[in-house]
Structure formats: structure tokens, C-alpha cells
């Protein structure tokens, strides 16, 4: 053994099994997994076709965990990001149906209501702010009306009177022996409805990486099957009206292309390796890597929807490929290809190739159906005019840079909406940016003028507010959230408890943890002494008029923020 050096175990995936992640919850036994093994699904899955080094009793030991909910206890809110399924072993839940037109306030979910300042307030900010970073008022009590059991990790909130929220809004019943939230856990999406119990009930929860292997080793496809068709009955048409090119479609219509979609999975759900192209040392081609949904060249037979996941735009380029753009959740790729062809009566191929970055899931339309529901109903010359195609221009890639493409998609800043891009060229570090955003927050900055460059542009350390915002994983009040109106990802400080937990799990650091004082610069602390902290970040500062302030307060116009959703916006950026 080298000097300076120790010897420790290998680190394994179940070192810290689920159970054991949050203090207080019970331990899964073994007797608990042969009760598992005992009922359906569990038991109709083959145990000898599991992995000798992922066996099943394993997958329910190690990766599940007991939830032993009281009356109103609130499982999942619309909107978290989802990153486990849970399935009802007894009792049964409510599931908010989110077209009833009444929903559960923001403050009962443990959120804080959005609102703007008054014109005096944002003029007295100039005078009026503390002179102490971190400042925070504890006499000042929360608005919310969050009623929360338990402390630190096992916190969870609750309704008060399950009975009126029940009358004020539509509900649908899921009873014992149902999975829910499986979409979100595979899918790496938001919550699409918020889910409370009606009775006391013991709820299994199960992380995704554990559903993923019993979903790999589902011999007869009854479990996937299963998701596909829960997601097909309850989510589908929804995607797809939120889709622009579908919502002029009936109803009749519309059951058609449900019924006829077609769902895909490509790579490996839990790889990083897609995301780290950036800092190869050899010349291999990325795209050749990437598991590949659509090759240039072919046969168009189908528009192509993300349904979750990256997925990469690319076209032969010498003896190579060239990335031209990206696509995420609710875009489409061959809709250009499938305008020319109809119109053209002639099979135009595909002019560029589709692959998936890390795990991506589509769902693939017929063209014969988009010919039939979008390009027949609408005049051809709407479709491809300047002014009112924006349904469409947005499938069509924007030029940009290849190498600076492959930065972005590489180090996946494109899940960004609000990507803080600097041109450095133009940046004179005046700083006045900082001095703004300090402003806006009573003398607390949200982000640091510094963060990687290509070329000459930097994407700054701040919040992105990403479409797949991670940092909400396992905040255990939902003090960090999505503003359900614009998307915005908030920190409700009232609500926030300090675990650390969203800093941690945000892979840009764009979350600061900061040790909170009172109004004479006296520092918070617990009743052992430990200083008290709270997470800040930018939140876009939904309070000013105008929008964020840092933007607002560049001299020279080198700050933007740019929503990489939009092509168009992106392209104007980085080529003015």
C-alpha cells in the first residue's frame, strides 16, 4: 500500500437502503419482503429471473420503504418532481382531478403565494434594505396555512378537514392494490396531480431504480404494459393537447391517435456517461454513440414526441456528424419532413438523424394521422407563413455554432428556461449586475458572476429553473417548488428547514446555503448552538416589475436570459 493512502470498502448501491435514508422510518424486514412476495404484482413476477447480484427480495428490501399515512396526509403535490411510485397495500387515496377547475391552494401544499411588489416597495428598496446579508424576520409569521406532522426529514404535510377540501374540489379514487406516481418516477417529470389520503393507509414507496429492475426483469411485459396503459388512459390526450399542432383536434379525433400511439424507451435510465461528451480526449463521433430513435436518410413514417428525456439533433457533416439542435418533453421531430411530403405526394426522407442523450422516451404518431388531423385541417399557407406557423418553426433546428451546441447539450445546460448566458466580449465586470440582484433581495445576491465559458460566452452560476428541476427531489416540506402558473422553480423560505437537501442535489451549484441573521447582523442559531440555515437562489424575481433585475441593470447588454426551449431566441443570442 502507498503512503498516504487507506484502504476502504467499495461504495455498493445498497449500502444505505431506502428505508434507512431518512431518520425514523422503519426498517423493511425480511418478513416485510416475504408479505411483498405474497400479493400481486410481487408475486406473479419470476424470482429466478432476476440477477444473482440484483435479486428480487433484494430490489423490495433495499430499494422500498413503508409510509404509514394518516387521514389527509398529502403523498405527492402537482407539480414536484417525481423520483419513486408508490402502490396502495391498504386504505386508499384521492387523486385531484386538475380539470376541474378548483384546485388545492398553494399555501395548504406548503407553498408561498406569488405576488408583486407595489411601486412604493420597489422604490424603497433603494433606502430601505437591510444593511446585514441574510437577513430574516422570525416574528414575521408565514401567510401559508401548511399543517405539517413530524420533524426534520419525516415531515409531512397534511390536510385539516379532508371533508371540505373533498366538496370544493373533483377527486378520483385510487383503492388498495393500485400503483400511482409511476408515471413521474419513470419519467422524469413533474407530478401531474396531487394525491392525499382518505383514510389511514399504508402506502409502499418504491424508488425508480427499483421499479426500473423489476420492470427489466417483467418477463411476460405485464408491469410495463401495465404503465403504458395507465399512462396511455390518463396522461396521453393530455400531452398531446398541450401539444400546439393537436389542440384544434376532436375529441373523436383524438381518441384515434391515442389509441394508435406508439411508445419507445431508448438508453439507460440511470447513465451519466451521455453527459460527460465534453471532456472526451479521443475523436470518437457522440452521435455513434447514442442510441439512435431516427437515422437521416430514411423512411419518414412517423412524427416523433419526447415524452421525457434529451434527445439530440445531428446531420452528416464530412466524415462525421454535426449537432444542430436538441429536443425535450412535448417536442417533435420529422413534422417538416412529413409537411413536404404531403404536399409534394412523394417520400421525402429524413434530413437529419434523432438520438437519445441519456434515457429518452417518445411516443410516435403515424404520419397517416398527421395528415389526416393537422395538415388537411389547416390551410397549407398557415402552416408555412412567416406569422402563424409558430406552432411549427419551432421543430425547425436553428444554426448554431456545432462545437458550442455540443458544450451546451454536453454539460446539459439546455434543460434551462431561464439559462443566465454572458457575452464576455461585451461583460466589462462592473458588476452591476450583482449590485441589482442584491438589490431586488434585500441585500442578499442570488448568483455569482462566474461559471463556464466556450468561446467567448459564460453560462453563469445561477438558477437555470430547469424543465427537469432535480433539486426537488427530496425537499421534505416543498418549500422548493414550481410556480404552477409561469414554471418558475421558488424556495418558499417560511417553509424551508435548512437539510440541504436541493443544494445538494443541484448538479450546477446554483443553490447556496446561507446562514441566516437577524437585523443586527447577529447570526441565527439552534438550541445547541449550531447556526441556523436557509437555501437562496434566483428566483427570476417574481416580486419586481420587469422581470430579473440583473438583466435589466447590464450596461452593455452582455447578460441575457435566454429559455433554450426556444431555438429561434437561443440563435439570436449567441450569433448578434
Known sequence: MEKGTAAIPRPKRWDIPFSQEREGDRLVTDDDVNRLLGISPFCDLDIAGFKRSLPLRGILKNDTRFLDCETGDII???GDWGNSAFFILSGSVR???????SSLSPSILGRGESRKKSFFEVLSQLWSNHKEPEFRSTTTRSSSKTLSRGAGENTRIYLEDVSAVLSEIQTATIDAGQWFGE??????SPR?????????????EIRWQGLRDIMRNDRDGS??????????????ASFLRNLPIFRHVSEEDMSELVARAEFESFGNYDSAKPFSGSNKKDSRDLVELEPIVAREGDHNDSVILVRSGLARIARRHYNGHR?????????AFGVPEALQSWETKSSVPLSSSLSAIGYLNVVKIPVTLIERFVF????????????????FKKFTPKEIDGDLMDFLVDRRFVQGTA??????????????CVRACATAHDNNPRFIRQGPTHSHFMIATSCMHCIDPVCMIECPTGAIHRNLEHGEVEINDPTCIGCMRCANNCPYNAISMAEIRDANGNFYVDEQSRPLMKATKCDLCLEQWGGPACQRACPHDALTRVDMRDMIGLGEVLNR
Open 323 to 331: 449537432t444542430l439542435s436538441y429536443l425535450m418533453p412535448g417536442r
Open 376 to 391: 388537411q385541417q389547416r390551410p397549407t399557407k398557415k402552416l408555412l407563413s412567416s406569422e402563424a406557423d409558430e406552432d
Open 223 to 236: 408491469l410495463k404494459n401495465y404503465i403504458e396503459e395507465v399512462f396511455r388512459s390518463r396522461a396521453l
Open 183 to 188: 408515471i413521474a418516477a419513470l419519467g422524469r
Open 95 to 101: 387523486v385531484e382531478l386538475v380539470s376541474s377547475g
Open 76 to 78: 405527492v403535490r402537482e
Open 192 to 204: 401531474v396531480a396531487t394525491v392525499f389520503t382518505d383514510s389511514p393507509s399504508e402506502i409502499l
Open 419 to 432: 439559462t443566465m448566458i454572458i457575452d464576455m466580449d461585451r461583460c466589462t465586470r462592473c458588476d452591476d
